[in-house]
Every structure is written in C-alpha cells, then in structure tokens.
C-alpha cells in the first residue's frame, strides 16, 4: 500500500503530518500537483508534478493508483474514482469517503454548484482548524492500523 496526495489543495499541516508517517511506518507517500513542490529528503517521500490543466493531476492518481492504496483529497469526483478503482480515499478533515456515502456527496456538490452557478453565495468551506488536524491524524492512525493488522 502507498499513500498519494492531490497536493495543489492539500494544507501544509496536513502534508507535515504525511511527511513523518511516511518515515516513521517506511511507507510511500507521493504528491501529485501541477506545481513543483518541495518535500523532504526521504526516500519514503516524492512528488510528481504534473502539467497544468483541469483535474490533471486527479486522472495522474487514478492511472497510477493500486487497490488498497490510500489517497488524501479533498475532491469528491476524485475520492469517487478512487473508490471504483479498489482505492481508500481521505479528506484533509479526516473523513474516510466510502460507497454509502460518496452518491450523497457527490449530488450535494452538484446542487452547491447548481446554487452559485444561480449567483447564490453558498460561502466556503470552513476554515481549518486544529481539530480538523487532529481527526486527520487519527483516521490515519486507525487506518494504518487496521492495514498492518489486518
């Protein structure tokens, strides 16, 4: 299993806390963006940058991800894919997408796009916050867990 992250959206804590599970439980942790990004020297950790365009770097994951591989993103067409490919997909806010629940999300989405393309101000999201870090940190935990025992 290695994990990869859709990098251009992902926040720097939650990049910093990938860095030091990819070393700590020797795993593979690459970064996928259409950016040059600098990550630190482990031969645990790479990035890949990608050229520039819509979801790029989201079809560059999805042809290189294997069943049971873990994807950090944020973006629910991708985690959808992710999911259809045999994949395990994670938001930065530390939920765990799934097939019961990625249907629902992936309509809300549609009708929050429905609703700004309308000129409705839906806001954003919220902004990140420290507990956000902390239930990353330990989905990620209980996920890795689970792949080392199970």
């Not at 939650?14 to 950016?35: G, P, S």
Request: hydrophobic fraction near 40%; include cysteine.
């Amino acid at each position: 299993m290695q994990i990869w992250v859709d990098a251009d959206a992902c926040p720097a804590v939650i990049k910093e806390i990938l860095y030091r599970v990819a070393d700590r439980v020797q795993m593979q942790v690459t970064l996928v963006a259409n950016q040059l990004l600098r990550v630190p020297p482990s031969r645990f950790i790479r990035s890949v940058q990608v050229p520039s365009g819509a979801d790029v770097a989201d079809q560059e994951i999805v042809r290189l991800l294997e069943p049971g591989d873990l994807v950090i993103t944020s973006d629910i067409p991708l985690a959808s894919d992710v999911l259809k490919k045999g994949g395990h997909a994670l938001n930065p806010r530390g939920e765990f997408y799934t097939n019961d629940n990625i249907a629902q999300m992936l309509t809300m989405r549609a009708f929050m796009d429905e609703l700004r393309g309308s000129g409705v101000d839906t806001g954003g999201p919220a902004a990140f916050s420290q507990s956000d870090r902390q239930n990353f940190a330990n989905s990620l935990d209980r996920h890795l867990a689970k792949r080392k025992h199970g």
